[in-house]
C-alpha cells in the first residue's frame, strides 16, 4: 500500500478517537494521555530491545525524538482531549475544523526545517482541501460559536493541537530521516511521550486520579491505546516515511470527512447537501495530492 494511502487509514482510526475519548470526560485530560501512551509502551517492550540495537543513536537524535515526543505525543493530545471534553461549550464539528488546519503549520514547518518546495499544482489543491472540509464540517458554510462562556478556551485548544500536530508531522518527518525503521521512531515517540505525560500529572496537580480508573474506563483506554494510538501510529509512521510532509497533512483530512460519517451513524445527525457536495470535492483533492507523492 502507497503512503499516502496508509496515513489516510491512520486517520480513518483517529474518526473513531474523539467519540471515545469524550467518554472519558470524568478523567483529567493528561491522564487519558499518560495511560493511552503507557498501554502503548507495554505493548512495545517485547521489541524495544531488539529494534533500538540497530540504531546509531546521537544528540541529534534523542533531542528530536524528545520534540517528536512533546509537540506530537504530549501537548497535540493533551490540547485535543481538553477540548473534546468541552463539549458543552464547543461542538465537535468546530473542534475537528479548527484543528484541522494544522496543513498551515505543517507546510510552513516543512518548508523551513526540510526543505520541501511547494509549487503552485501543490497549493492549488491543499486551498481545495481545506475549504472542502470547511464545508464538510459545517452544513452551507454556517458556523454558529454561541455555545457559552467557554467557547474560546476550547477553541485555543483546538488550535494549540492544529499547531502541535501540524509541527509533529514534520518532526516525525525529520525523525524518520534519522532512523533505520519507522518502528524505532514509533518506540520513541510512546516510551517519552509516556515519560513527558507522566511529569505533566505531577505538574497539573493530576496526581490523584491515577488510581481512579474504574474496569470501563481501562476498556476504554486500552481501546484508544490498541486502535486510534499504537495500531494508527505504526500505520502512519510507515505511510510518513515515504510521503512528503506537505503530502501527508493533506491526506490526514480523512479524519474530519470520516468523522462527519461516523457523527451520522452514531448520533443520527444525516449531512447536509453541500456537506456531501463538499466530501466529494475533498476526497478529490485528496487523490490528487496524492498524486503529486509520486513526483
Not at 456531501?276 to 476526497?283: E, N
Request: charged share 10%.
Amino acid at each position: 500500500m502507497s503512503g499516502p494511502l496508509l496515513i489516510a487509514l491512520a486517520a480513518a482510526l483517529w474518526a473513531l478517537d474523539g467519540v471515545v475519548r469524550r467518554g472519558l470526560y470524568h478523567l483529567p485530560p493528561v491522564t487519558i494521555v499518560f495511560y493511552e501512551h503507557l498501554i502503548g509502551s507495554l505493548i512495545l517492550l517485547p521489541i524495544v530491545v531488539r529494534t533500538l540495537k540497530q540504531e546509531k543513536f546521537t544528540q541529534k537524535l534523542l533531542l528530536t525524538a524528545l520534540v517528536v515526543a512533546l509537540f506530537g505525543g504530549l501537548l497535540g493530545t493533551l490540547f485535543i482531549t481538553t477540548a473534546l471534553m468541552k463539549v458543552n461549550y464547543i461542538s465537535f464539528s468546530v473542534i475537528f475544523l479548527i484543528q484541522k488546519i494544522q496543513p498551515l503549520f505543517a507546510i510552513a514547518s516543512a518548508g523551513f526545517l526540510l526543505g520541501e518546495r511547494i509549487n503552485k499544482n501543490y497549493l492549488r489543491w491543499a486551498m481545495l482541501a481545506i475549504v472542502a472540509v470547511f464545508f464538510v464540517t459545517f452544513p452551507n458554510g454556517n458556523v454558529n460559536l454561541d455555545t457559552g462562556p467557554g467557547t474560546l478556551v476550547a477553541a485555543l485548544y483546538a488550535l494549540g493541537a492544529a499547531a502541535c500536530w501540524g509541527l509533529g508531522t514534520t518532526l516525525s518527518k525529520l525523525l524518520l530521516n534519522q532512523v533505520k525503521s519507522s518502528t524505532s521512531a514509533t518506540i520513541l515517540r510512546f516510551y517519552l511521550s509516556t515519560i513527558l505525560a507522566y511529569v505533566a500529572i505531577f505538574i497539573l496537580g493530576s496526581s490523584s486520579s491515577l488510581d481512579s480508573l474504574v474496569g470501563k474506563d481501562f476498556i476504554a483506554l486500552l481501546y484508544i491505546a490498541l486502535s486510534t494510538g499504537l495500531l494508527a501510529m505504526i500505520i502512519y509512521y510507515k505511510g510518513l516515511k515515504k510521503t512528503q510532509a506537505k503530502v501527508a497533512t493533506i491526506m490526514e483530512m480523512t479524519l474530519p470527512l470520516l468523522a462527519v460519517f461516523v457523527d451520522m451513524v452514531l448520533y443520527k445527525n444525516f449531512l447536509a447537501t453541500s456537506q456531501y457536495l463538499a466530501a466529494l470535492a475533498l476526497m478529490y483533492a485528496m487523490y490528487r495530492i496524492s498524486q503529486l507523492n509520486k513526483t
